[in-house]
């Protein structure tokens, strides 16, 4: 698919006459201007007629098309099943670059300035290799932040603020994840409950920010403003060094099913944008009334050119796409990885610095598409989540309760050094975007203290919000006190944090998680804007020990390039920037079929070597233990390794007072349910070509695996159990 075509720019383009505005509909057959008075948006004080071309464009220009001025289009066509044409209803422009809001609540297209001031700040573009997601939600990162002006909390200048800035700098991630800021608005049926779609992910417009995070100086700060606040935003967080993701929902639009509240593109031309029958029957693959077909030229072009604009006009460093085998979707509604679409995403100059991040799954059929999508993307690993939480969380429940786990060490071995097993190996583990939880389900805290859902203030009879949470409350569901309880939880979201932030892969933390934020045990906490969804800033000793183990984390990551390979190794090869890998069970040994798959031996430790192209060599040992019961393990007499050196013990907050340096051979006691990473000392260069230590999993991340035991439950060919968390009937709530 071209980036350019015959349509030329669509919008308002300012003129030495005033403006111009462009407009796409294939089906209409008449359209109009309509321009309102400057005191009052809900008064028409003048309609003008708008031209058509031989490409379906309809162009008017005018005197009063200036900043400022705040306008809609009325568009007249054709009756029909797939048609929704209506010469009274006012609409608005798809390109618009700012919306208003009359008194009664209508919307209208606003003409304002993009003007702004870079002062020559750059995007940091920081290596794909040292990004680190922390996915967060404006208003509810620094609403109730202390240290901050009042009128800033919950905004995007609130965000930008030196003291938010500050912690996220402390903390160590390097790229904020943000939910969406398109406008939005809330779905008819939350409307009618009372309630309000706090998430986002309804959006009405893919040009403008959502104006209800600004601050109300900006909001009400005439022509510009609210844009020129998320553009500060952009600048402060860029001169930290620190990289802005949005999150965008192409996917469907507000205007709901077939009877929900037209306000653009159905009124424009339904059939030109959405996936229908010929009888007018919404096709929907997204669960949310309506799924935008971009099997058809003008939805492809609204998308690009929506990118191109954040990423040019705004500087946004990326973009991670909602449901986005819906964009991959081709005229039969199947996913086709060669989609023109995709492609042109990934070739598109403008969009070339861009970080691409696929959720890649919908609710349509053959929905599931991990692993699936073209070099370039990098993909939410949803099999990453359930291993981690199965191993740490329903493992140990199904141990104490039937005296053994489900399965042994391997599933979670091939998840943590890269998932070769699910992305091709030319995309390497950076395909892999590592999560243990998003906005959409349990927190990290609620993990480890509730069994079952709490969503009863959802209003929906607690049918909403998956019920697979893999979750395990640790013996009493909710807050506890109880010593023994807490001390599982606590040491459990240690391991959990451990396994996303030592694996190879691109690791996503949801914001509040790095100190166990809780949502009460509502895992679907969509609808709710409150101080159940805003980040408390007010912590407990726990959290703030918590916090701590998570900043030593994300500095060990940053420190031992082994952890974080850019490429798949292969066997017998040196392959830059990839990692080499020898496996050892409990007693120092090579790893037998048995040590991967048994679930009464649940105890592995592997050597990874770094083959240095850009840094330096490192070589790590990482030693995790899944059994509830103590163990000792015998540290790997590797050729080369003289000494190894404790970096990190999830069996403790602090091990300042503990043994730091350790001998090859030597015997060591290892805490229950723990991770140990140590810092391995000797030659700088492994060899190429050194034998397997064992059968390793199926991880082209080591250049010394072996074929790995079936893992029949994961593959690609349908949907497994990775898939079912992600097929949920509203993913507007569970994107």
């Known amino acids: 698919m071209a980036t350019t075509d015959p349509l030329g720019h669509l919008g308002v383009t300012a003129t030495a006459r005033g403006g111009r505005l462009r407009v796409w509909s294939e089906h209409a057959t008449a359209m ?11 008064w028409m004080a003048e309609r003008v007629p708008m031209a058509r071309d031989e490409h379906g464009v309809w162009q008017v220009e005018h005197a009063a098309l200036v900043p400022g001025t705040r306008y809609s289009v009325r568009a007249d066509g054709p009756s029909g099943p797939t048609h929704a044409f209506d010469p009274e209803r006012h609409l608005i422009d798809p390109y618009a670059r700012g919306l208003a809001r009359t008194t009664g609540g209508d919307w209208r297209g606003y003409v304002q300035h993009d003007d702004f001031d870079w002062g020559g700040v750059q995007k940091p573009r920081i290596p794909l290799d040292h990004v680190v997601l922390y996915e967060a939600h404006v208003k509810g990162l620094t609403k109730l932040a202390p240290d901050m002006p009042d009128e800033l909390r919950g905004t995007y200048a609130g965000l930008a603020h030196p003291t938010t800035i500050a912690y996220l700098k402390d903390l160590g991630v390097t790229t904020v994840e943000l939910l969406p800021i398109h406008q939005s608005i809330s779905e008819q049926r939350l409307l009618k409950q009372g309630l309000t779609n706090y998430w986002g992910y309804n959006t009405l417009n893919f040009f403008t920010p959502h104006a209800q995070y600004a601050t109300r100086g900006a909001q009400n700060g005439g022509t510009g403003a609210v844009l020129r606040e998320v553009k500060g935003m952009v600048r402060l967080l860029h001169e930290a060094g620190i990289q802005v993701v949005m999150d965008v929902v192409y996917n469907h639009t507000a205007e709901e099913g077939p009877t929900g509240p037209t306000s653009s593109l159905r009124g424009f031309d339904a059939a030109s944008y959405y996936r229908q029958t010929r009888e007018g029957e919404y096709i929907d693959t997204t669960g949310c009334g309506n799924t ?11 998308l690009l050119d929506s990118l191109r604009y954040w990423a040019e006009e705004v ?11 819906t ?5 039969r509604a199947h996913f086709d990885p060669e989609h023109p679409l995709l492609a042109a995403i990934l070739a598109d100059p403008l969009l070339a610095d861009s970080l691409m991040i696929a959720e890649p799954w919908d609710v349509g059929l053959g929905g599931w598409q991990v692993g699936n999508f073209p070099d370039g993307y990098h993909e939410w690993n949803d099999g990453f989540r359930d291993r981690a939480r199965t191993f740490w969380l329903t493992d140990t429940a199904a141990s104490r309760r039937h005296g053994t786990a489900a399965e042994g060490i391997g599933s979670l071995a091939r998840r943590m050094t890269g998932s070769a097993h699910v992305f091709a190996a030319d995309r390497g583990p950076l395909a892999s975007v590592n999560f243990v939880t998003a906005h959409d389900g349990f927190t990290l805290a609620d993990l480890t203290a509730y069994d079952s859902k709490h969503n009863i203030g959802n209003g929906e009879d607690n049918r909403d919000g998956t019920d697979n949470n893999r979750s395990y409350n640790f013996g009493l569901e909710g807050p506890t006190d109880d010593p023994d309880i807490t001390a599982a939880r606590r040491r459990t979201m240690r391991n959990l944090l451990g396994t996303l932030l030592l694996s190879a892969g691109m690791p996503m933390i949801t914001a509040g998680d790095e100190f166990g934020r809780s949502q009460r045990g509502n895992n679907n906490a969509y609808c709710h804007d409150s101080e159940l969804t805003w980040l408390s800033w007010d912590r407990s000793g726990w959290q703030e020990d918590l916090l701590r183990v998570t900043r030593r984390l994300l500095q060990l990551r940053r420190e031992n390039p082994a952890l974080r390979p850019v490429r798949y190794g292969r066997w017998g090869e040196t392959i830059p920037s990839a990692t080499q890998m020898d496996w050892y069970n409990k007693d120092g040994r090579a790893m037998t079929m048995d040590d991967w798959d048994s679930p009464a031996e649940r105890t592995l430790q592997y050597l990874a070597a770094s083959t240095p192209e850009f840094e330096h060599f490192n070589r790590i040992l990482l030693v995790v233990h899944g059994l509830e019961e103590p163990t000792s393990v015998r540290l790997p007499a590797h050729v080369g390794v003289t000494g190894y050196t404790l970096l990190w013990d999830s069996s403790h907050d602090d091990i300042s007072q503990l043994e730091l340096e350790h001998q090859p051979g030597e015997p060591l006691t290892v805490g229950p349910t723990s991770m140990l990473l140590f810092r391995a000392h000797g030659d ?12 390793a999993p199926s991880s082209a991340a080591s250049a010394a695996s072996a074929p790995s035991p079936d893992d029949s439950d ?3 060919a349908a949907p497994s159990d990775d898939a079912a968390m992600d097929a949920e009937p509203e993913p507007d709530r569970n994107a």
């Open 292 to 302: 935008v077909d971009f099997s058809l030229p003008a939805a492809q072009r609204l």
């Open 315 to 325: 500087q946004i460093d990326g973009f991670r796409f909602d449901l986005m085998a």
């Open 32 to 42: 109009e201007l309509c321009l309102f008075s400057p005191d009052d948006p809900a």
């Open 684 to 695: 700088q260069v492994p060899s190429p070509v050194s034998p397997p230590s064992a059968p």
């Open 327 to 331: 964009i991959g979707r081709d005229a």
């Open 714 to 716: 994961e593959g690609l």
